[in-house]
């Protein structure tokens, strides 16, 4: 029996995919949108804040106060008034696209900006 060896082509074949790897590894983690900015609304308010400013908000909604905090280019819920908790659970978005929801306190939070990426496409 004799041993198989890689041959150029085969070579050329793990540099591509290596490349792809490393490209698609980059894009995902590397890249942030410069225009990204954070979206919060609630009850009787819709605004607009920068993520690269660091803050403290206060959106007042049906049952209570949902405090949100935007610091070193995220945000996040750190206090709700709502039973479950889900929100703050939800943890750390720092990605344009990506959301934090309230759904008792109606608040909804929401990275927006140029850079959107894609989760899935169906045809």
């Not at 198989?4 to 590894?25: N, T």
């Not at 690269?52 to 049906?62: A, L, S, T, W, Y």
Request: proline share 2%; aromatic share 8%.
């Amino acid at each position: 029996m004799r041993k198989k060896s890689f041959k150029i082509g085969d070579y050329v074949i793990l540099l591509i995919v290596a490349g792809l790897i490393v490209f698609l590894f980059s894009r995902f983690f590397f890249i942030k949108s410069v225009e990204s900015r954070v979206e919060v609304t609630g009850r009787a308010i819709q605004k607009y804040y920068d993520i690269h400013e660091d803050r403290v908000i206060n959106v007042e909604g049906p049952l209570g106060t949902t405090r949100v905090i935007i610091e070193d280019g995220e945000v996040w819920v750190e206090d709700s008034p709502c039973r479950e908790k889900i929100c703050i659970k939800m943890g750390r978005k720092k990605r344009v696209g990506e959301q934090i929801v309230c759904v008792p306190n109606r608040v909804i939070v929401e990275i927006t900006g140029e850079n959107e990426t894609v989760d899935a496409i169906t045809r």
